[in-house]
């Protein structure tokens, strides 16, 4: 797989109301060495969403992207995404089709006719008093709500993800996630979703990354792993290999998430076990997607 990609592009993306985005950050790493550089916005007040769909299908070289949001929902645990509602797809490009279906009218590229959705709203925690009446499965061991098998591997390593049914609080990805498949839905045909996709033998791949798992393997340790410094970053970066960026002080975390797994693709997208998870079966790959570097 060395040598395979020219260029690391990390995405951190936002679920956020509004035509551009400041929680949007973009960030690409060379294959031949350097610092990771941000991808500078088409306009002061940030990306739109159908900004970065265009960036993305026309990338340079063999470009290797991740996209820091959940390609998919839980399947696995019930046999289906949303267990006992006849419109629910039988696949992860059927759920991202729905998605943009039913957000038809949303500006955007939001996804607020989605949470809204009289059925589809049911398996969503909403807010306190609001949590649909199907967010929990019968017999569920945790409050938490429903995770993929990814999500089950990314806590075996330490981390604690989210599951996608939740729209509450700042750590939500919920709506990061629903806003994603709209644009992945948007993407196809153009550039390889994996796992959902086979990796091909040559060209882009947009895969799912957790930018918390890049920080970990930066040496970044607790609760915590926003970097909201220059120096704070430019150590984890020396930890993944990777020369320092220019600046001191204050760095918006948006922008050091980028930058930081932008390195970490860079760093690790060679080694073969992250391409061929052991839970990783082709059903979950068809249904629930992956998040590359879970094992």
Known sequence: MTGRFTHFLAVDWSGARGPRQKGIALAVALAEG???VLVAPPHPAGWARAEVLALLCDLPGATLVGLD???GLPHADAGAFFPGWDASPADARGLWALIDRLCAADPHGEAGGFVTHPEA???????????GDRFLLPGAVTREGRFRVAEAAQRAQGV??????NLVGAAQVGKSSLTGMRMLH??????PVWPV???????SVVTEIYTAMAARLGGVRGGA???RSFEALNDALAALGSPPVPGTGPIDDHASDALLTAAWLRRVHGERDLWHPPTLTP???RTEGWTFGAL
């Open 69 to 71: 949001l959940g390609i």
């Open 225 to 227: 792993t926003k970097l």
């Open 34 to 36: 350097g610092p990771p």
């Open 186 to 191: 948007r993407l196809a045909g153009r550039v």
């Open 283 to 285: 059903e979950v790959a």
């Open 197 to 203: 996709d086979p990796l091909p033998a040559e060209g």
């Open 121 to 131: 709203s049911r398996y969503f925690r909403h807010g306190a008093g609001a949590t």
């Open 160 to 165: 604690r993800p989210v599951s996608n049914f």
